[in-house]
């Protein structure tokens, strides 16, 4: 298999790629004059939604489809945010781009605001990227010398202002209403929905959130046109109407016990093996795989007998993961012991919970001290038990809360018990042989402290 | 008209209500539990207590498709065709999980806890809650703090429902207190320096569905299965908030607002709800007394109407003073007692105290500058009676040192109302008869002093600043020597048997206008008086139409 020449990766090996210069000497934001030059905001989200961009920050939402849900002729203000509050677990893609490519990200905000007519974009950027946040702000400067934003753009008429928004570090933030909650200055609690933002977000205003990587193919869409990025990837099942495909090229971030790892670019639907083995250089110290996180540590977990699973929108979904994620595959070697992963992830998790609803605030801080005491080698396999029902019951899936930060709490606990589940009771058995079945009430820990 | 199904019964709802699933559940008769939401306030969706399953029912097929998950009652409007199951296994489930959740770290500590007994957890944990206790986790803590000056938080037994939070925002308009850190964190706090301090910080205890939120008037005062509920009527302003006064062996431990939504929704404030002490204060007048010579002495109720009865007739005209504080019904039997004791007898409306201002919160909640329950319902009776009512300054201007004949005062002021000097120009009256809760320049030189009833002791009704007039119940008995105005006056009209509220009431709606739109029986959250000032003019106009015509 030849190796697929990168796309949205293309400029970051250049010196200075992140330089104005650079990157429009590279035939950057030729696709915006165009836009700006020959189209009209309608014609950018027809071509947008034909292309079958999915949203590519975790839920994969088509992004055409989003933009035609803002009101018909409504007055404004429309805001666009740009969701760069990158905190997944094991993902980097975004900041790959922040940092190397900053301008083919603008390009793609300054054609999706067009597109929107939105006059204002907000770039929430999270807290703990100082580079990418000097560079996209030397970017977004670059830009209003260069007339490329402010006012009457190159001429075209259409203006707009970008404000550069810098996280305080929570990974709720990268909830869409979260998000926008945050930049109207107030806690980052998920919003009920309905409205949607697309009705009523920003400042009670039709909003467009789109995630960094979706900017960036916006822009590649806008300068290559709808058949190059329907070329790339998997195609729509057509026994599935609700199947919207799997097209263009997707930043994987690979991580974990590979040779190689780091953001590499491939298309859509290329499997977990290939992964490993094409960019990866394979498992390290020559050892095997155990599990791998298919995209971000809410996906899930996929064991080593699952890496022919496809890293397409609906290739993990298949294997009993979530979904795609963020396609931050994190690699997994036979050293790894789960327990210490779902003690990470529900740490993560019990941590990073807004608290807003009963069950996720509670729940993710309930598993991480059934965690605890599994660790603390106090583990009973009833423990077990109750932490898949922890895991079946929170999450906007069952319904059970506002927003899916739950359901990626809910993922990593499901996978790793349903699918590691003799490991975990060896783990517990060994640990405590003499308590190991209890199931009565035992004495509390002491050392089980709120976290 | 729109048809919802709750558990396979039908409600029908008018087509212009908004109706949220907890709503039309109440109509059939089911109750969902939940927490975070509450009618004055924004909805959440946050507790996950009132998570049901709903769906649609094809009103043509009569097919129904349910939603395949749960979502929350409060967030899930009701239209028709709407379906809402709230007994399913899934439902119960999702409610034990909750219960579950909010009990982990809570410190179980009901015995010590105010809100035992009403307490919404402890409810809800008994109707769905599990039965053993499956985490196994330590310590519980049992913090305390003080938010401000009424209120103290107790801080692990909060359920992160968020009342108190939006209360403070969307109806105080005040924003004191916030939600802390994050996750199972989380913690109601006020910054540091700005304590919760509005006038309406009281309601964020009635709020709070658990023990969190603690009064610190009513903390460790009573406990709440040993009071009695009272509806009634607060007399601090002219607003007139439904109230619900709680007490036990006729003492008071705490007024709470009762919801009226043409009143006070669902809230009042701090100086109505802490507007009570005065019932139970050692000061208060409790024997009527008779003056001799400057000398007072105790004054005998069984001989005493028929004594006064004979004073005031023969002292050749009587000029009598009327409360603010009173009820109409007493404020009818004083004023035609008056006209039969003397038929040109003067009947003035009392001082009525005022504030400074009104004090308007930016959730619509209005404290009133008038700080009496009912002048206008008092004034209007003098107008029925008079034709014209005179005032307290018109009393003191028309230099009643010439005054002679009787003049009656009933006060019934919780505070200072009269000084010295204008105590001075009333002496002049060769027999005065002060009627009042606590001693004051003018009760000093009465030749009567008479102990009044104070709010709570009273049974009529209060017409508020908008006309409405609300009716109650008396909440506690008087102390003993104190003989309720209303009763007084009924026993000096001569009329038969005890006072009762609703014979008076019919009275006033037969022979005054105003008030003709009293019934036998006023609804719990009052009547508009003004319905029936706009009929005649509306009749009025469709005449001279049809002269025009």
Redesign the interface.
Known sequence: MTRFEPVLLANIEKPDCHTLKVYEAGGGYSALRKVLGSMSPHDVRELVKASGLRGRGGAGFPTGLKWTFLPKDHPGPIYFCLNADESEPGTFNNRYLMEFDPHQVLEGVIISSFATRASTAYFYMRYEYPTAWQRVQQAVEECYAAGLLGKNILGSGYSLDIYLHRGAA?YICGEETGLIESIEGK?A?PR?KPPFPAVEGLFRKPTVVNNVETAACVTQILSRGVDWFKSIGVPADPQNPRDAGSYGPKLYCLSGHVNRPGCYEAPLGITVNELIAEYGGGIRGGRKAKAAIPGGISMGLLTASEFDCPLDFNGPGRYGCLGLGTAAVVVMDETVSMVDFLHNSCQFF??????????C??????SL?LMQ?IKAGKGRWKDLD?LLEIGD?IGI??????CGLADGAAWPLKNAIRKFRPELEEYIKRTNPQGYAETN??????L???? | MPIVIVDGKEVEIDGQERLNGIQVAARAGVEIPHYCWHPGLSVVASCRMCLVETGKKDLQSGKITMIPKLVPACQTPASDGTVFVTESAAVKNARAMVEEDLLLRHPVDCPICDKAGECSLQDYHFQHGREERRADIKPFHSRRRSLGDTVTLFVDRCVMCTRCVRFCREVAGTRELMVAHRGAHEEIDIFPGFPLSNKLSGNVVDLCPVGALGDKDFLYRQRVWFMESHAHVCAGCSTGCSIDVDENQDRIYRLKPRENLAVNQYWMCDEGRYGWKHVHDPGRLAQPLRRRQGRAEIADWTALPAELDQRLRAAGGLTMVLSPFLTVEEALLAAKYARAVDAKARVILGAVPEGAGDERFSGGFTIRSEKCPNRRGVAQVIRGICGEAANWSDLLDSSPSSASGALWVAGGYKSDWIDASQAELLRAFPLLIVQDLFPSPLSECADYCLPAASFAEREGSYVNYNDRLQSFGWAIRPPAGVKTEARLFWQLSQREGMYRAETVRRELAEEFVYFSALSDAVPPDGIDLKLNRIAPQAAGATAEMGAIG
């Open positions: 929570a806690r609690w009920i019990a941590h990073e919970s807004c608290g807003q609803c009963t069950p605030r509670e729940g993710t801080a309930w001290r005491r109750l019951n899936i069952p319904g059970t809360t506002i009430a035992v004495p509390a820990l002491q089980l402290g709120i976290h």
